[in-house]
């Protein structure tokens, strides 16, 4: 929440006036742009009555916006953290039901606001159907959604939900490997026998570089038992800083991020390609995946893991 200086409340007012802040609490002014990031703040601080007035005091003030809408999906969000399923199948359902009404005018891609909405709505719903013991519901709904969606910057994170609930110990999705960084990526085709780990990373992840020392300290423990370890990553167009680069520009860059943070995975096959992370569904990373010798996936795991967590299934997929 900003607080507008008495010195600087005349310029607020003209602000206010072209609609760029909006009246909060007290009639305080609220910058619209900072929407999400004030819900999220309340909801980290368990203040759901503050967030909900934010909420609605910006909807009165401004409509349904894309942006209310991901401020909407946030609220939907943080009650199934608390498994408040009911509650939050009730915003995730608001959320989907508003997001779908501003589709009749405009492309979900339009601006980022609305496929983060829509796409955390729908997360929501199938965790939720899950939650309530209808799995195959759950997966029903993401496969709908896929098949409407599946063109847009929703897809990875639907195909992350429906894999979450469908992908253990189905065979793997091949990897597209004719673009890469340091050795050359084998066909996971190739690789039956051999028990291997998939390491999805981005050259800005924090928790990925974290995570190379647990993935380094896996590849030496378990290489003698045949442990192939990949990890795939992609383009995202910046560099440092966010800079936006040309693709040959971005690969020198991560070139540079793994010679400094991931020298202990020099090895390591990276393929280089969205299809990948789309296949995957690795929209959180890393996302970690472990399929056993007959090609399997044995664990389908988005976000970071613990040596001993990871260990254990790595050790599991290993046995003959």
Known sequence: MMRIPTRG???????????????????????????????RA????????????????????????PEYLEALSWMARSVAAMNEWGQATAYATETRTLCEKQLTNRKVDAEPH??????????VLAQGMAENGQPAKAVALLRSA???????????????????????GKPAPPLQVSQYLGPKPPALA???????????????????????????????EFSPEG??????????????????????AERIYIESVRARYYASLQDMPVPLSKQN???????????????????????????????????SVVQKATAR
Not at 11 to 39: E, I, K, T
Not at 114 to 123: D, V
Not at 154 to 162: D, S, T
Not at 278 to 305: E, K
């Open 114 to 123: 609305l496929p983060i909405a829509l796409g955390a709505a729908y997360e």
């Open 227 to 248: 442990l192939v370890v990949i990890g795939p990553t992609q383009l995202y167009g910046y560099a440092a800083q966010g800079v936006d680069v040309a693709p040959a």
């Open 42 to 65: 309340q909801l980290a601080q368990n203040s759901f009555s503050a967030a909900e007035s934010e909420l609605s005091i910006y909807k009165s003030q401004n409509g349904v916006t």
């Open 9 to 39: 409340f005349v310029l607020a007012l003209f602000l206010f006036s072209l609609g760029q802040f909006c009246l909060g609490p007290q009639g305080m002014l609220l910058a619209q742009v900072d929407l999400v990031n004030d819900v």
């Open 146 to 168: 896929l098949a409407r969606y599946g063109n847009t910057s929703m897809k990875a994170r639907l195909q992350k939900n429906l894999n979450l609930l469908a992908l253990v």
């Open 277 to 311: 992370f789309d296949a995957y569904g690795a929209s959180t990373t890393p996302t970690l995946v472990v399929l056993n010798r007959a090609g399997q996936v044995a664990m389908y795991h988005p976000g970071a893991m613990p040596y001993e967590e990871l260990r």
């Open 190 to 220: 190739s690789l039956k026998g051999s028990p291997v780990l998939l390491f999805f990373w981005a050259h800005w992840c924090v928790d990925c570089k974290a995570e190379v020392p647990v993935i380094a300290r896996l590849q030496q």
